[in-house]
């Protein structure tokens, strides 16, 4: 990526921008492990609006936040802690975390080039980066394998933990079939991870860093996107765990005017 601009040091943008709370980091590691209950209560209850939300917002708060934090490492975890919550927390919604860890610091490395295989779906069609989901994961998988051997260990168990799971879920179904739906809804939830993560947020054609990644503002997308579009101040400043995205936001607001880009909002 081209970085032809000087952007603000963390020293000016403050460093508290690093730190989270304990209480509200306590609270994001739970919830994942809370969501997933909460499917099952949910939908023994026969409560299904309610249980199917909570695999919807799993693979939303996971992939895109809390699971994302953990594969940056920036939530001050000790080590240990740090991987073996990466691995369970994705596990819940079965996928490899090491594996997932490979593929997006490899994409910060290299978006857009063309072995960047998290940012592919942003060259893409609409209907082009729908279809790329329904492979993803176990090409996402694949690509680690092949680039991280140091965490080959862990993919190799991640892999065969969710294989696992799967093979429980269908020899289980006779007796309740809750656990094959709540695995369906969230493989089924990572297909559109080309989609949201890539196609939405990048424009491969940007002439620099500042405009590979497109800048959302508005009240109405914060709203729908739960404060999670601010994909660019990410991509300049990874380092910021998510909590603190929209301070983070607000700090760069200068700076983004400064250089000439022109937020895309929807209505307000």
Known sequence: ???????????????????????RLALTLSTPFALTAL????????????AL?????????????????????????PRWLNEALLCAIELLAFRSGHAYRTVHLHHHARFPAGDDLEGAASGMRFWRSLVEGFTLQPRLWSFAMKRNGR???????????????????????RVTPLPLAY????IGGSWIFPLI??????????DSELRQTKLFRGR???????????????????????????????????????????AIRLWF
Not at 160 to 170: E, F, W
């Open 151 to 173: 965490d080959r260990t862990w993919m190799i168990a991640e892999a065969t933990a969710v294989i696992a799971g799967l093979a429980i879920c269908i020899a289980i179904v």
């Open 53 to 77: 939300g909570c695999p919807v917002l799993l693979s939303f708060l996971t992939y895109g936040s809390i699971s994302h934090d953990l594969v940056h490492r920036n939530l001050r975890l």
């Open 220 to 262: 109405m997308l914060s709203i729908f996107a739960l404060e999670h579009l601010y994909h660019l101040e990410h991509h300049l400043y990874p380092q910021v765990p998510h909590h603190n995205w929209p301070a983070l936001a607000k700090r760069l607001d200068p700076f983004f005017e400064r250089h000439g880009l022109v």
């Open 1 to 23: 990526m081209s970085a032809d601009f000087d952007r603000p040091s963390l020293e000016e943008l403050g460093r508290d921008l690093l730190t989270v709370p304990r209480w």
């Open 39 to 50: 499917f099952f209560v949910f939908a023994a209850r026969g409560w299904w609006l309610a």
């Open 183 to 186: 695995a369906a809804l969230m």
């Open 197 to 206: 993560t890539a196609w939405i947020p990048h424009d491969p054609h940007g």
